[in-house]
């Protein structure tokens, strides 16, 4: 798979996500891929227990991609995700094989308030949820 099909690939992955079309948006996994969230320790192995995951979260989200990087094997997306209109800051890492994504890492963050010792070195960004 070249570039810009895995770009095609994931683009249409994330606006799926953001539709909930649970049945496009994991057509970009393996059967047997893996899917790991570090901050609560959770990994899901399989394709349909990735979908099963996603299809069972009660919560209303949205996806809103800020930026996708990546060559080869490995890409990066960063992207907003809003659950009931929270946004968390997000990054997901896939490695892929064989054209599909074997392996995924999802890190989440949470907003925060600004450091004022630091207020005379920054300017605001737009960090509003999608």
Sequence with gaps: MDDR???AALE???SASDASDFDVEHE???DDAVLDYPQSGERIRGRRN???????QPNNKRFSVRRIVGSGDLWVTEFVLAYDGAPSYAVSIMEFREGRVANETQYFADRFDPGPSRAHLV???DAAPP
């Design 12 to 14: 249409r992955h994330w």
């Design 123 to 125: 300017e605001p960004v």
């Design 28 to 30: 970009i996994y393996r």
């Design 5 to 7: 099909t895995v770009r």
């Design 50 to 56: 990735i979908q099963q995951s996603r299809t069972v």
